[in-house]
Each structure stands twice: as structure tokens, then as C-alpha cells.
């Protein structure tokens, strides 16, 4: 063991590491400031036990009507061997008929997370075969299972499907459950999918380039397959998923400063929650809340929907009266002030500003005299 690992470890104490997600790594990218978060999915934590034990209310979830729902879509999608998404990848992406032979992997060793390894090197050889042009390519796999390095660990992810053009490229196909209406789709919920896509493409990259492959043979264009309208019937859209790719591998890349990270906390910094024979934990909830103060934070109010830890790093914002408390709009409205009470002090003239403040001390001031306005009337 490294001694990367061996420190990232410690940091998570007695319990097994939480896998990494196509969704948590996600996440990544919709808070790339937070130390706190990237040193937590770094060493596994799993946020979601140690909020439990701080008694903390955790971010709402999908319902299990919405993820059922998600499940029966996926499951008509691929019935009868993927007959319906065939055709439908084969409008999408010009697949002719010899190129739509289709591999389920869900069969390969089960579905226990101990049989990964086995699905990853059956999907390997699945995908190195087609990509070196052996026959018989596969050219649709049905959840595959890829591996992706993050932070020195490998990470197994599961794409929906991957499709295989015989001209070289590679798509990864995402099935989601929110419907595609008059061709428009929510594009909150488009991002996502794409951001989640996204690791899925750095993953399969990874294969071909261990392999000495050009990894630009996976597209950066993703296909979503939605319910169309308000049938049950699948569309098939295809994405420019690049931003997504880009901001992903980027924050990826951020967390190879680890050991800076793992450098500011005080010696002996562990996020262990101590659980006894029956896995309950017991390490004192103040020791817990001085390990995350060691950690430093960047709250913003899309913490709410992503992490585990939400609530607390909110009221540790509030209680330090940091302007990011306030939202993501006022914090970029007044980027350079931390503290809402230096805000209030160069609004109201209390504090003078230096000069790199003056322009936002003169929008400040000038705001101020537009709410007094506005409160005595004269506006
Ligand atoms: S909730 Fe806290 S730990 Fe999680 S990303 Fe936000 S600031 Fe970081």
C-alpha cells in the first residue's frame, strides 16, 4: 500500500470504503472548491452513515415509485435483446444491420459487488475485441462494467450501454426516465445525465489507452434515451457531452493534490465513526464535528441536492456568517468578501475599503441607498 493510501485510510478509520459512482463523481463537479468533500470521497467515507450519526436531515432522494419507474423503463428499453433500442441506435448513430449485435452483461458472475472484477475484464475483452477489429465485435453491451482511476483507487462504474460503430467510435447510451416532450427534455436533469455520462467516457478512455488505443475513438457525443412524450415509447437523442467531459477530468485531475489536502489537517484528523460488533457507531459526535472543522468547507446552496453533509456545512456557513451562505449569486456579487459582516461594514461605511474593494464597496453602498430608498417610499 502507498502511502497515499495508507493516509487516505486513516482518514476514514475502521470502516470499508464507499465505492465510488458514475453519480458521486458527478457531484464532484457541481462543488469543485470543497476540500472537505474531495479529501471524504477520496478516502471513502461514506457521508451518508457518518450524517446519520450526527442526527443530521440528509438531501431529498429519489422515491422508490421514481427509481421503479426508472427500472421499468430501462428493463422495456432492452427487452427482447435491446429490440427496440437497436432500432433506435441504429437511426441514431447509422449503425447498418451487421452492427447490431447485442451483449448482455448483467448474466457475467452476478450482480453481488464482489463479481465486478470479473464483469470489468469480461467487458475489457468484449471492448479491446471490438476495437481491435476481431470478429465477432460486440456491438451493443448492456451494462457493462468500466473502471476508472480516481485519486490513485480504481473505481468500477456501470454504464447503461455501450455501442461500438464497425468505422471505430464508441458511444456510451444513458436510459433515463424523464420524458423528452415535443423534443424538449428538462435541461437541469440533461445536464446531469451528461455529467454522469461523462465519467463513463473517461472510463472507457482509460481501456483504450491502457491498451495503447487512441482514446479519442469514444465520442464525446452521448446518446439519452427518454420516454417520448407521455407514452412509454423511447426516443433516442444525440448530446455534445464535451463540457461535461472537460469540467469532470478536470476536477478529476484536482484531487491528485491530495497530499496538499491531507497536508493542512492536524495530525491524527480521522473521519472513523468507531462502529462496534454491530457496525452502530460510537466515536463522540464533538470529536467527529472537530475532524470536519479541520476540513475546510465551500458551502454553496447546490450542496443541498448533492451531498450527504449539506445541513451541517450549512449551519457552520450560517454560524460563521460567510457570504456563500447566502447563495451562490451573492457570494459571486461580492467575490472577494468572505464575511457578511465586512459586506455590512464597507456598505455602511464602517470599514473603508481598500483598493481592490472599492468598485465593490461603491456597488454595496449604492445598493444600500436603493433598499433605503425603497423602504422610506421615494423609489
Ligand atoms: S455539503 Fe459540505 S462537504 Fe458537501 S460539498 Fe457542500 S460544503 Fe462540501
Known sequence: MNSLAARLDALRGSSPAAPHTARTLAALTTNPGCDRRALMDAAGVDKDALAAHLNLPRPLRPSTIALDHGAAFERRVTAQAGAELVQLLRKTLNLTLPEVSYEDLNAVGGREPSSLPLRHARTRSLILSAAHDRAPARTLL?????????????????????????????????????????????????????????????????????????????????????PRNFSHRPTATLIDAVQQIKSLSRHLGRLRRLPDLLDQLPPGTTFDLAPDSEANPTRPREELATALS???????????????????????????????????TVRDDVAGIEDIAMALALADGHQHPSRDRADITHALRHAQRVHADFLAGTT
Open 142 to 226: 448492456n451494462h457493462p462494467v468500466l473502471r476508472l482511476t480516481v485519486a490513485g483507487h480504481p473505481a468500477y462504474l456501470e454504464p447503461d450501454i455501450v455501442a461500438f460503430q464497425n468505422h471505430g467510435t464508441f458511444h456510451i447510451v444513458e436510459v433515463k426516465s424523464f420524458p423528452v416532450i415535443d423534443g424538449q427534455a428538462d435541461p437541469t436533469k440533461v445536464a446531469a445525465a451528461l455529467t454522469q455520462a461523462a465519467a463513463y467516457v473517461l472510463a472507457l478512455r482509460e481501456l483504450l489507452a491502457d491498451d495503447g488505443l487512441p482514446p479519442e475513438r469514444v465520442s464525446n457525443g452521448v446518446v439519452l434515451v427518454n
Open 294 to 328: 479541520a476540513a475546510r468547507a465551500h458551502y454553496i446552496p447546490g450542496c443541498l441536492r448533492h451531498c450527504d453533509l449539506a445541513y451541517y456545512c450549512r449551519d457552520e456557513a450560517r454560524n460563521q456568517g460567510r457570504t456563500e451562505a447566502l447563495g451562490t
